[in-house]
């Protein structure tokens, strides 16, 4: 519906516009400096857009192993569960410097359990709400897994 505000917008900027000639000649006032700028409409998620392809090898499950494509608003893409995948990034919400960015590395002072998750790796790239993003995953300790675990259903549950 917000596309079909916009593009009548237009349209009738467009009709204003072409009309504005002829009312100077009838009224002999300026012209308006048309088309106008149209203000962003709310809800328009072209500045905050998540575009994301994940890359996923070593799963252990053939079916996960891939490449997907991955649009929200709407969700869409290759992405097998477009629509949760997009709603787990909407519920981590935006990222921010408190730490809240899910692709965001681990720290490399961070202490980590030493356990193996197993040898799945993925690699996300793209935007999500107008960042890139460019992240690396594995399974490789206990804070990889946690990173891993908190991205699903963008990354696949593994074995």
Not at 86 to 109: H, I, K, W
Not at 128 to 138: C, E, M, S, T
Request: net charge neutral; charged share 15%; proline share 9%.
């Amino acid at each position: 519906m917000l596309r079909r505000l916009a593009l009548t917008a237009v349209t009738s900027f467009a009709a204003l516009s072409a009309a504005a000639p002829a009312a100077t000649a009838a009224t002999g006032h300026l012209p308006l400096p048309l088309p106008l700028p149209v203000p962003a409409l709310q809800g328009d998620d072209s500045a905050g857009a998540t575009q994301l392809t994940v890359t996923v090898s070593d799963s252990g499950y053939r079916a996960a192993d891939g490449v997907y494509e991955l649009k929200c608003l709407p969700a869409g893409g290759s992405h097998p569960v477009a629509q949760q995948a997009c709603d787990r990034l909407a519920e981590l919400g935006e990222p921010t410097g408190d730490g809240r960015n899910p692709f965001r590395p681990v720290p490399a002072d961070t202490l980590c359990t030493q356990q193996f998750g197993g040898s799945a790796t993925a690699r996300v790239t793209g935007t999500w709400h107008g960042q890139r993003v460019d992240a690396a995953f594995d399974r490789s300790n206990g804070c990889e897994i946690a990173r891993w675990n908190n991205l699903r259903p963008v990354l696949p549950n593994v074995r």
